[in-house]
Nanobody, 123 residues
Framework: QVRLVESGGGLVQAGGSLRLSCAAF????????MGWFRQAPGKEREFVAG????????LFADSVKGRFTISRDNAKNTVYLQMNSLKPEDAAVYYC????????????????WGQGTQVTVSS
């Protein structure tokens, strides 16, 4: 099993920045594609960003392109989501997830999930 633990959520003003981290334990982190998803109250869980094991293959949701960046440090077994120019619409619980093979945008493709970290954006 692989255990994923998110951190870095909190309260930020609109237009500000926040960096989320997700640390992996118990598995071989470097073989996994990693993804970030988010879920706001009353809404479906949606894809945010994904990154392949070597970091060269990345996907972003249209809503965050140009504002969010995903990266990973395999030596630290950690994936990051750098969020810039935050909008109130970005407020949600953010989850990291892991899967094999290439990044996808479908939540059910990911077999391992963290507990989530709350991001609140004030205006």
């Amino acid at each position: 099993q692989v255990r994923l633990v998110e951190s870095g959520g909190g309260l930020v003003q609109a237009g500000g920045s926040l960096r989320l981290s997700c640390a992996a334990f118990g598995g071989t982190f470097s073989v996994y594609t990693m993804g970030w998803f988010r879920q706001a109250p009353g809404k479906e869980r949606e894809f945010v960003a994904g990154i392949s094991w070597a970091g060269g293959n990345r996907l972003f949701a249209d809503s965050v392109k140009g504002r969010f960046t995903i990266s990973r440090d395999n030596a630290k077994n950690t994936v990051y989501l750098q969020m810039n120019s935050l909008k109130p619409e970005d407020a949600a619980v953010y989850y990291c997830a892991a899967k094999t093979f290439l990044p996808t945008m479908t939540a059910r493709d990911y077999g391992y999930w963290g507990q989530g970290t709350q991001v609140t954006v004030s205006s």
